[in-house]
């Protein structure tokens, strides 16, 4: 009799063990019921784009050029002269405006955050500014982003 309770219990137990393991979440599938997370309207390009019609409508953005003239204008982390020639590099290629932007004011000291770079329409233009800002996603540590028709590029200086 004790053989078979404990027979008996062994074998639940050895079941629900099984049960419990056999028992794991299904991945995530994309179908027409189920989009994938992340639509086209919040690509990374999307985002920027967003975020640079805030910039616009700003007053917390200035032209590159002009803003590092200045002495009392700084970056938290990012070099000034690699700074400063990516601004050079960006009007070569035939970016319509370079921004320094979400600028920040502190103890007397602006801070620039980003560098914002409005694109021209001309294809032939703005392969050459997605050139120099693949050596900028490299150079800040950004994320890449690839050339979907967009108005605008923002790189993090921070």
Known sequence: MKNL??????????????????CRKQPD???ADNPPEESSTDSLEARIDKHGVEIMASSD????RQWMKQPAHIFFKADPKAVA??????YQAGAAQVFI???EEHE??????????????????RT???????????????DSVTDKGQK??????D
């Not at 404990?6 to 393991?21: E, K, Q, S, V, Y």
């Not at 020639?85 to 960006?90: A, C, I, K, S, T």
């Not at 605008?152 to 200086?157: D, I």
């Open 5 to 22: 309770i404990r027979n008996i219990l062994f074998g639940t137990t050895l079941i629900g063990l099984t049960l419990a393991c056999g």
């Open 29 to 31: 599938v994309t179908t």
């Open 61 to 64: 953005k200035a032209e590159a």
């Open 85 to 90: 020639q990516f601004v050079e590099d960006f």
């Open 101 to 103: 932007a979400d600028i």
């Open 108 to 125: 007397g000291k602006q801070y620039g955050e980003s560098l914002f770079i409005v694109l021209p329409k001309e294809p032939a233009l």
């Open 128 to 142: 050459k500014i997605f050139e120099v800002g693949s050596r900028a996603d490299t150079a800040f540590q950004n």
């Open 152 to 157: 605008y590029l923002y790189y993090s200086l």
